[in-house]
């Protein structure tokens, strides 16, 4: 298996699940562009440009990929060949959307589009067919949100190799160093320990803990200060970790202490609280009732968690008004935060797995407020 993608036989599920999908859905078919979308389906990482690349998956008919014959380059690292897709080229001057709908069966029908396609193609692609396109997210997002055995493989290594890079973040949180200098060494670490690339590095001190997207400043840290870290990255076909720890420079006063000790409190609670057919929204409640009873529910401004996969933020939301159901496989982060402005933060994030009975960290360094000392 090539390291930047799964195994033919992998996509080749995908697809077919894909078409069963399709065809549930009353549609005649997808027109899949450059995204994430189509590298689920055929682990292709091609970009988007003004020429139009596309994955066409008719309700019954042969896949077809439409792709300037500039670009048939860019389909090698992907499983194309091996799948035996038809592959139709085109030049300039060629009218590559009418070999999408001549794919689709050449005559008008209900369509779904990625909801990546840009609108210079979405116009013309819908002239076309004399019909508009509806967003595929309905038919994909079920068989993304539920992750397959070589996904949950994917985020188990990405997990222990975040899970490295915190093991060596006390190392570089000294008073005097920047949180910019922390964060360029944080992100020579992500690929060191096996990551392909940086996904985001996010050092936030003192104040600008307080902060949940900040990332990173001119700012030297200080005796006292209370550190945000969070931190990800791309591992082999895609996958990604994102996993925060919270440091204290020194021994924190008892106040934020005691106050953190909650904190990772509702963090378990919520990681308890999950199993398959409890809903996503009761999973935020289990956190946000704990900050509630110690009066930190204000503090808390941001839901409790996102599914992540091929992307670092997708479906399932861990947020209040998700009557979803859980559902074994599928992947989410768990990572409540109190936030103080112009004083400090914290947030505890781990993703986990929903098992037959409950759930699975792939994050496992300790949940603790870690004490750096001199």
Not at 136 to 165: H, P, Q, S, W, Y
Not at 303 to 328: F, K, S, W
Request: proline share 6%; hydrophobic share 45%; glycine share 10%.
């Amino acid at each position: 298996m090539d390291a930047r993608r799964f195994d033919a036989r992998v996509y080749a599920r995908r697809l077919a699940a894909t078409r069963a999908a399709t065809v549930k859905a009353g549609l005649g078919g997808l027109v899949i562009t450059p995204g994430y979308d189509l590298r689920y389906l055929i682990g292709s990482r091609a970009d988007t440009f003004e020429r139009l690349t596309a994955l066409v998956l008719p309700a019954s008919g042969e896949p077809t990929v439409v792709v300037p014959r500039l670009e048939l380059a860019s389909l090698q690292e992907s499983a194309v060949a091996e799948l035996g897709l038809r592959v139709r080229d085109w030049v300039d001057g060629d009218n590559p959307y009418r070999l999408v709908t001549e794919a689709l069966g050449g005559s008008p029908t209900a369509t779904a589009v990625t909801d990546s396609i840009p609108a210079l193609h979405l116009l013309p692609l819908t002239i076309m067919l004399g019909v508009l396109p509806v967003l595929a997210t309905n038919v994909l997002r079920e068989l993304r949100m539920v992750k397959e055995e070589a996904e949950i493989d994917a985020l188990r290594k990405a997990g222990a190799a975040i899970d490295r890079v915190h093991a060596r973040v006390p190392e570089l949180l000294a008073p005097g160093r920047t949180e910019a200098d922390v964060a360029a060494d944080i992100a020579e670490a992500i690929v060191a320990e096996g990551h392909s690339e940086v996904a985001f590095v996010i050092v936030g001190s003192g104040p600008h803990g307080a902060d949940p997207h900040h990332r990173c400043s001119d700012r030297a840290l200080r005796e006292g200060d209370i550190v945000v870290v969070d931190i990800g990255g791309t591992y082999g076909p895609g996958y990604h970790s994102d996993c925060t720890r919270t440091y204290s420079i020194g021994e924190p006063d008892s106040d934020v202490a005691q106050q953190y000790s909650i904190l990772q409190r509702a963090q378990r609670a919520a990681f308890d609280a999950v199993r398959p057919g409890v809903t996503a929204e009761q999973v935020d409640a289990a956190a946000r009732d704990v900050l509630d009873q110690a009066g930190l529910a204000d503090y808390f401004v941001h839901r409790t968690g996102h599914g992540i996969g091929l992307c670092v933020h997708e479906e399932p939301y861990i947020v209040a008004g998700n009557h979803l159901p859980l559902a074994a496989g599928m992947a989410f982060s768990i990572e409540p935060g109190i936030y103080f402005p112009g004083r400090w933060g914290a947030r505890i994030e781990d993703v986990v797995i929903v098992t037959e009975d409950g759930a699975v960290s792939v994050n496992n360094r300790p949940r603790e407020l870690f004490v750096v000392r001199a």
